[in-house]
């Protein structure tokens, strides 16, 4: 019983982490962006295309914990989240323009 709460405390802590993450982003990037040359519609893609790969990768994850198991895949998604994220950090250093809107689509 107690392994079953401290594996839900630590989904749920990280699930807390992974949203904090976007939620602290949508503070300061449109201005950051908008220094960089983006227009205002180029930072509402680069935030709609994170649900829209959620939307899109959704099928694919559940595909994949049937034939995989729940634990590795959503491990495997909490790696991937972590090192999109380090890497989105990097576009701050990218050149203006199509450059850093490039990068930020792509991360």
């Given at each position: 019983?107690?392994?079953?709460?401290?594996?839900?405390?630590?989904?749920?802590?990280?699930?807390?982490?992974?949203?904090?993450?976007?939620?602290?982003?949508?503070?300061?990037?449109?201005?950051?962006?908008?220094?960089?040359?983006?227009?205002?519609?180029?930072?509402?893609?680069?935030?709609?295309?994170?649900?829209?790969?959620?939307?899109?990768?959704?099928?694919?994850?559940?595909?994949?914990?049937?034939?995989?198991?729940?634990?590795?895949?959503?491990?495997?998604?909490?790696?991937?989240?972590?090192?999109s994220t380090i890497?989105?950090?990097?576009?701050?250093?990218?050149?203006?323009?199509?450059?850093?809107?490039?990068?930020?689509?792509?991360?």
């Open positions: 019983r107690s392994n079953k709460m401290l594996l839900l405390l630590t989904i749920n802590l990280t699930n807390l982490g992974c949203h904090s993450v976007f939620s602290i982003l949508a503070a300061f990037f449109p201005q950051e962006a908008k220094a960089k040359g983006a227009t205002d519609e180029m930072v509402g893609l680069i935030f709609a295309s994170f649900a829209c790969v959620i939307f899109v990768a959704s099928p694919l994850a559940a595909r994949l914990m049937s034939r995989h198991g729940k634990s590795y895949v959503y491990i495997a998604g909490v790696v991937i989240v972590s090192l890497s989105f950090a990097v576009a701050d250093a990218l050149p203006a323009g199509w450059p850093f809107t490039g990068w930020c689509l792509l991360m």
